[in-house]
Structures are given as structure tokens and as C-alpha cells.
T-cell receptor
Framework: GAVVSQHPSRVICKSGTSVKIECRSLDFQATTMFWYRQFPKKSLMLMATSNEGSKATYEQGVEKDKFLINHASLTLSTLTVTSAHPEDSSFYIC????????????FGPGTRLTVL | EDKVVQSPLSLVVHEGDTVTLNCSYEVTNFRSLLWYKQEKKAPTFLFMLTSSGIEKKSGRLSSILDKKELFSILNITATQTGDSAVYLCAVGGGSNYKLTFGKGTLLTVNP
């Protein structure tokens, strides 16, 4: 149980385009989903927290107009990187938690974004 | 500001060795401490600890929490090459269920 999927696993795009990443909880309802960014050999950096049906809460320094988050249902959250630039290239990981399991977050497999 | 410090940052051992990974924390309204293993992709959940002194065990891995001294250890006995990974410690607290992650310990197990 507690499986989280992410799609796509890898994306390469041109500078200026927008990219959408989906995160789904497959076998549980995710009351909260989190979006992280990870640079090579660095730890996870939380970008935003989203609760189903409400606006995402962004961490300091994360541009909400750049990284659009939608948590439309209890099993789906999307992150859209708008007008992507090479510096947005990174490994993006989502996680999900359910109300019955306290702090435990289950992570998706991640999406490697490369912006040319 | 919440802080999680892991040590060592990296460790190289031979198969069969036993390793101990450390995690200390300073967190407001501590609720739980979690250990994750990260290989090439996203972290996989190992343990969640909420109470002091109660060891959690899964095969060759075990972990314990000391809430008085604000630290946790993760032990791996009889290490195997498949244990090579980054081990992340994270602490949860507050009403928003955010986790604060440490920088991780890179464990390399050589045959």
C-alpha cells in the first residue's frame, strides 16, 4: 500500500515552454501533497504544500506564479513549471500523506526536468 | 528555525560490517522522526519514530529515538552492497505536517 506515482519520469523541453508534472496517490486518499526539488547530491528542498481543494502554501523564495500547483482531488496534484528556463532544470519529487498516518510522507519516483 | 543534522555525511564500509547513522534535531513542537532510504530515485520510507526508547526493527535495520537528547540512530547490521544509498532523516512537527530533512548520509558498501 501507499503507492505514489509521478508522470512523466523524465522531460526535456525548450526554454520558454511550460511543463506539467502529475502526482497521484494510487491506493490511498492524500489529504496533503508536497512538492520538493532536489539538486544533485543535495537534500530535498520543500517547494510547497497543497491540501485538496485549497490554495497551495509556498515556501519562502518559491515563486507561486512560476510553479503553479493544483490539488484538484484527493488523489491528484499537479505542478506546472511555467515559462521554464535552464535554471529550472532539476529533480522534482512529490509526496503524499493521509490523515491516518500522521507525518509519514510517501514519495513518488520523481521527475527529471531538463530545460534546454 | 527547525534544524536536522545528520552524521557522518558519508561512510564507506565493507560488506558484513555494521553501521550506525546519526541524526540530531532542533524542532519546535516535535511530533515524529522519520528515516528514508534514497537510491537513484525518490526516497522510500523506512521508519517513523514517535516515542523514546522503543526500537523499531525491520530485518537488518533498526532505529531508536531519544527525545531527551534530541537524536536518533539508524543501525544496519551485516551490510550488503544493496544497502548503498543516501539515508535521510526527517522530523515532523507543527500543524502543517511539513518535514524538515537533514542533508543525508551517503553509505557505500563495498563487496
Amino acid at each position: 500500500g501507499a503507492v505514489v506515482s509521478q508522470h512523466p519520469s523524465r522531460v526535456i523541453c525548450k526554454s520558454g515552454t511550460s511543463v506539467k508534472i502529475e502526482c497521484r496517490s494510487l491506493d490511498f486518499q492524500a489529504t496533503t501533497m508536497f512538492w520538493y526539488r532536489q539538486f544533485p547530491k543535495k537534500s530535498l528542498m520543500l517547494m510547497a504544500t497543497s491540501n485538496e481543494g485549497s490554495k497551495a502554501t509556498y515556501e519562502q523564495g518559491v515563486e507561486k506564479d512560476k510553479f503553479l500547483i493544483n490539488h484538484a482531488s484527493l488523489t491528484l496534484s499537479t505542478l506546472t513549471v511555467t515559462s521554464a528556463h535552464p535554471e529550472d532544470s532539476s529533480f522534482y519529487i512529490c509526496s503524499a500523506r493521509t490523515s491516518g498516518r500522521a507525518d509519514t510522507q510517501y514519495f513518488g519516483p520523481g521527475t527529471r526536468l531538463t530545460v534546454l | 528555525e527547525d534544524k536536522v543534522v545528520q552524521s557522518p555525511l558519508s561512510l564507506v564500509v565493507h560488506e558484513g560490517d555494521t553501521v550506525t547513522l546519526n541524526c540530531s534535531y532542533e524542532v519546535t513542537n516535535f511530533r515524529s522522526l522519520l528515516w528514508y532510504k534514497q537510491e537513484k530515485k525518490a526516497p522510500t520510507f523506512l521508519f517513523m519514530l514517535t516515542s523514546s526508547g522503543i526500537e523499531k526493527k525491520s530485518g537488518r535495520l533498526s532505529s531508536i529515538l531519544d527525545k531527551k537528547e534530541l537524536f536518533s540512530i539508524l543501525n544496519i547490521t551485516a551490510t550488503q552492497t544493496g544497502d548503498s544509498a543516501v539515508y535521510l532523516c526527517a522530523v515532523g512537527g507543527g500543524s502543517n505536517y511539513k518535514l524538515t530533512f537533514g542533508k543525508g548520509t551517503l553509505l557505500t558498501v563495498n563487496p
